[in-house]
T-cell receptor
Framework: GENVEQHPSTLSVQEGDSAVIKCTYSDSASNYFPWYKQELGKRPQLIID?????GEKKDQRIAVTLNKTAKHFSLHITETQPEDSAVYFCAARTLIQGGKLIFGQGTELSVKP | KAGVTQTPRYLIKTRGQQVTLSCSPISGHRSVSWYQQTPGQGLQFLFEYFSETQRNKGNFPGRFSGRQFSNSRSEMNVSTLELGDSALYLC????????????FGPGTRLTVL
């Protein structure tokens, strides 16, 4: 069935370094790719999303890139800060069976001061 | 606008019982999706409703069911609870479907003893 794989499952960086999280998806017709940040005990919050007609999108220290040919997309966080520590989820909207949102398994990012 | 709300926030049940969870979407949003979140399985899609119709269903047994009312509020029901149903149940609302952003509620933490 439809699948989204996310790597790594855990990531530890020093404050100020960059962090990269990668996801691959199986449905080549997927056209919407959001990223969510979930802090401990809180709800997932959308931080950035990209649609299939765009290759890259930036919002301050956060950027997402999409490679439709390879069916993968990545989240890039620059100049990381301790408050970036959280679990990050990627997702892809699959057009198979009506367009449900399939999530990756999550990446626990730890930013050490 | 008020965000997505879910009631109750916490629930403790015993095996064999049934439970009903409620989700109120952001005003004007017509789509509600439900997810089960567990440490080992991440965010698993349960179902999606739009204008009172179930559009999509995930790979969960028939014990999991849901519905949406004319005011877009949604409920999900789990019958004959099992220990493995212990999880955080999240709902998310969006204006429409396919590429519209989903906004999550705080979740209902269900513990089955």
């Amino acid at each position: 069935g439809e699948n989204v794989e996310q790597h790594p499952s855990t990531l530890s960086v020093q404050e100020g370094d960059s962090a990269v999280i990668k996801c691959t998806y199986s449905d080549s017709a997927s056209n919407y790719f959001p990223w969510y940040k979930q802090e401990l005990g809180k709800r997932p919050q959308l931080i950035i999303d990209i649609r299939s007609n765009v290759g890259e999108k930036k919002d301050q220290r956060i950027a997402v890139t999409l490679n439709k040919t390879a069916k993968h997309f990545s989240l890039h966080i620059t100049e990381t800060q301790p408050e970036d520590s959280a679990v990050y989820f990627c997702a892809a909207r699959t057009l198979i069976q009506g367009g449900k949102l399939i999530f990756g398994q999550g990446t626990e990012l730890s930013v050490k001061p | 606008k008020a965000g997505v709300t879910q009631t109750p926030r916490y629930l403790i049940k015993t095996r064999g019982q049934q439970v009903t969870l409620s989700c109120s979407p952001i005003s004007g949003h017509r789509s509600v999706s439900w997810y089960q979140q567990t440490p080992g399985q991440g965010l698993q899609f349960l179902f999606e409703y739009f204008s009172e119709t179930q559009r999509n269903k995930g790979n969960f047994p028939g014990r999991f069911s849901g519905r949406q009312f004319s005011n877009s509020r949604s409920e999900m029901n789990v019958s004959t609870l099992e220990l493995g149903d212990s999880a955080l149940y999240l709902c998310a609302s969006s204006l429409g479907i396919i590429t519209d952003t989903q906004y999550f509620g705080p979740g209902t933490r269900l513990t089955v003893l």
